[in-house]
């Protein structure tokens, strides 16, 4: 079980760039894979981008694959995305999540969440 925070989200001209952060406590942050989804109104969560234990192994959903980017600082426990060429379809909220089962990117996968982020991109 760890508690996860995320922070940066807001309002974004289509292009443009925002970077999330989420901070983690309650347990050892480094045994977690940290992952980043997303959800739209009527919609269910999808997978964004997860990083390793050590940031060694990353995967990226192709919606955003060349744009974002998943990056971990175990010495501050936390786990930050790079929103990079923003368009008007990543409006979303964005949740982090870690697991224990490792590199993976099924939600089922991920037991503890954050409350989420509102990111809105406009055209």
């Known amino acids: 079980q760890v508690q996860l925070v995320e922070s940066g989200g807001g309002l974004v001209q289509a292009g443009g760039s925002l970077r999330l952060s989420c901070a983690a406590s309650g347990r050892t942050f480094s045994n977690y894979a940290m992952g980043w989804f997303r959800r739209t109104p009527g919609k269910e969560r999808e997978f964004v981008a997860v990083?390793?234990?050590?940031?060694?192994?990353?995967y990226y959903a192709d919606s955003v694959k060349g744009r974002f980017t998943i990056s971990r600082d175990n010495a501050k426990n936390t786990v930050y995305l790079q929103m990079n060429s923003l368009k008007p379809e990543d409006t979303a909220v964005y949740y982090c999540a870690a697991t224990e089962v490792g590199t993976s990117w099924y939600l089922a996968d991920f037991g503890s969440w954050g409350q989420g982020t509102q990111v809105t991109v406009s055209s």
């Open positions: 990083i390793g234990w050590t940031g060694g192994s990353t």
